[in-house]
């Protein structure tokens, strides 16, 4: 069974627009949640993280935000740009230096 | 400093062999992790060692599969009587424990040919 689930599995955005990119898991033990983003032929590459105490979290043009009575968290990129095309996977983990658990990712377009 | 290396980049072998895949984690970093990403799927976990111990292996799909980490820094992921099956990308991850929100940082991966 999935825990983290994204289930758009591509994502088109025009170049300068926000990107939404949205994640559910099923675990209530869940107590850290990440996203990677990860490119062709690389490792994934972290971006940001929150935990579960907290409802938000933004570093520069992303922005994660957390909804645990839905179970339910998104990544926000504002403005997109061309460079963010890429696969984005959501993640969560039970305690902080625990194994993490993926999602099947998301891939998103930015288009000119 | 360095980021998490992984060798070889590439690993082809014949259905039956022995394999080795190397990591080298960022340097200081205490925990690290073994991941492995079939096509279309996330990063699926496999073991991680906090210093020289495995903390965890549940992820180990079956005895085929081991790993080390005799000193507490660099690891080695061995797969015995390789099956078509394990064909995959396996990542390695590290981290410092105790610190963050639980951020992993990755290696570019191993990608793993059996045929």
């Known amino acids: 069974d999935q825990q983290v689930k994204q289930n758009s599995p591509s994502l088109s955005v025009q170049e300068g627009r926000i990107s939404i990119l949205n994640c559910d898991y099923t675990n209530s033990m869940f107590d850290y949640f990440l996203w990677y983003k990860k490119y062709p032929a690389e490792g994934p590459t972290f971006l940001i993280s929150i935990s579960s105490i907290k409802d938000k979290n933004e570093d520069g043009r992303f922005t994660v935000f957390l909804n645990k009575s839905a179970k339910h968290l998104s990544l926000h990129i504002v403005p997109s740009q061309p460079g963010d095309s890429a696969v984005y996977f959501c993640a969560a983990s039970p305690n902080r230096d625990d194994k993490i658990i993926f999602g099947k990712g998301t891939r998103l377009h930015i288009l000119p | 400093g360095a980021g998490v290396s992984q060798t070889p980049s590439n690993k082809v072998t014949e259905k039956g062999k022995y394999v080795e895949l190397r990591c080298d984690p960022i340097s200081g970093h205490t925990a690290l992790y073994w991941y492995r990403q079939s096509l279309g799927q996330g990063p699926e976990f496999l073991i991680y060692?906090?210093?020289?111990?495995?903390?965890?292996d549940s992820g180990l799909p079956n005895d085929r599969f081991f790993a080390v980490r005799p000193e507490g820094s660099v690891s080695t992921l061995k797969i015995q009587r390789t099956e078509r099956g394990d064909s995959a990308v396996y990542l390695c991850?590290?981290?410092?424990f105790g610190r963050g929100l639980g951020e992993q940082f990755f290696g570019p991966g191993t990608r793993l040919t059996v045929l």
């Open positions: 060692f906090q210093g020289t111990g495995a903390a965890d």
């Open positions: 991850a590290s981290s410092f």
